[in-house]
């Protein structure tokens, strides 16, 4: 089966930065649309991003647009959050995500891969 690893999280403060990272394995990986989901404690996981197969292709989640891009290296297998002026709101641990089909998805439920996690604090 295919693993993916998150990295990147850690503590910034409200408008800072950060890069999320995910190492995917697998033969097929340029095949696979990704996504970044989150979860904040006592709350439902909630889609943030999503990139197709070629990286073409990108959606975002509204309370996102315009602060964070996904994007992908398939060379590398390797996907991207990069996360600026990061709100309070946004602390969550993050979730990388991969889908066997080209074309992304919001929904969790339509993919098959998740990595482990990575935690983000934004502080006030």
């Known amino acids: 089966q295919v693993q993916l690893v998150e990295s990147g999280g850690g503590l910034v403060q409200a408008g800072g930065s950060l890069r999320l990272s995910c190492a995917a394995s697998?033969?097929?990986?340029?095949?696979?649309?990704m996504g970044w989901f989150r979860q904040a404690p006592g709350k439902k996981r909630d889609f943030v991003a999503a990139?197709?197969?070629?990286?073409?292709?990108?959606y975002y989640a509204d309370s996102v647009k315009g602060r964070f891009t996904i994007s992908r290296d398939n060379a590398k297998k390797m996907v991207y959050l990069q996360m600026n002026s990061l709100k309070p709101e946004d602390t969550a641990v993050y979730y990388c995500a991969g889908r066997k089909i080209w074309v992304s998805s919001r929904y969790g439920s339509e993919y098959d891969y998740w990595g482990q996690g990575t935690q983000v604090t934004v502080s006030s």
């Open positions: 990139i197709s197969g070629g990286g073409s292709s990108t």
């Open positions: 697998g033969r097929t990986f340029s095949a696979y649309a």
